[in-house]
């Protein structure tokens, strides 16, 4: 898997990744990722198609996810650990 590139966002670090006629878009925050896979055959072919799946909305909906994960992780360790 090579990095085709990265998308900027002051919140988030989003990495797109590529193999094997894939992209893979990584985004993360505060030591939690979340990815998301496309076949080429999606009809995304370069690095400029990515960046036109990665918009605001899309950026939005991850954050709100990485709170969840973020309540879920320290609620776990709560139980488990302390």
């Known amino acids: 898997m090579r990095i085709a590139g ?6 988030v670090k989003i990495t797109v990744l590529h ?7 990584k985004v993360e925050a505060n030591m939690m990722e979340q990815t998301y896979k496309f ?3 999606d009809k995304l ?3 400029a198609d990515m960046e036109k799946l990665v918009d605001e909305t899309f950026i939005n909906e991850c954050i709100k996810r ?6 879920s ?3 776990m360790y709560q139980r488990n650990i302390l």
């Open 73 to 75: 992780r320290g609620e």
């Open 19 to 25: 193999m094997n006629n894939r992209y893979v878009i």
């Open 66 to 71: 990485f709170a969840e994960m973020n309540k």
């Open 45 to 47: 072919r370069t690095m």
């Open 39 to 41: 076949h080429e055959d």
């Open 6 to 11: 990265y998308i900027e966002h002051p919140i």
